[in-house]
């Protein structure tokens, strides 16, 4: 366990785009997500994550992508291909089952949700820095989708902001196991102060209490 430093009232979890279209069958993303996510019981171990987060007193907070409107990154002049790919599928759209989060793992009364972000990182043109500072939070706990994308952004430009950050390796999922794996034993150990199991997170949230 890292150096004991879950203190529950400086810790956070960062939930990002935990939304059926990542998460759940019917989901547009569900069939690229699902041999990844069923391979690390991604499912129940955000959902495990999530309530040792809760039971231990951290703050927990929501980090959303864009959910899609008609218009969105029309003449943009440089859509990321992940942009260009939202806007073709309408992923995330606003106001339907499938931009709404999965139901065990939405945000309940008094946990904050941040602005949306539009590409990867949620720092980036978003109140999730200020957010973090305001609730004294020093230490960041990084869960949801996708490992090697918006999870990884976050992380490491919350590492350049001088946070703590922990990755959960089976609290997330990506398209392939190449990606897992660059995202946990190639990019994170450059960043992440801790790249952990949801099982020995937990563990230690609960020895702090």
Known sequence: MADRAYVPSRTALILVDVFNDFLSEGGKLWPL???VAESVDLLENLGALLTAARDAGLTVIYAPHRRWEPGDYE????????????????????????????????????EIVVQE??????????????????????????????????????????????YHVTLVRDATAAFSPEMMHAAHDLDGP???????????LAAGLKSTD
């Open 117 to 162: 972000h539009w590409a990867q990182s949620s720092f980036a043109n978003t109140d999730l820095d200020f957010q973090l500072k305001q609730h004294g939070i020093s230490h960041v706990i990084l869960a949801g989708l996708l490992a090697n994308t918006c999870i990884g952004s976050t992380a490491r430009y919350a590492m350049e902001l001088g």
């Open 75 to 110: 003449g943009w002049s440089h859509p990321n291909p992940s942009q260009q790919s939202i806007a073709k599928f309408q992923t995330f759209a606003r106001g339907t089952w499938g931009g709404d989060w999965r139901d065990e793992l939405a945000p309940r009364e008094g």
């Open 190 to 200: 450059t960043y992440a102060h801790a790249i952990l199991t949801t099982q020995a």
């Open 33 to 35: 997500v699902r041999p």
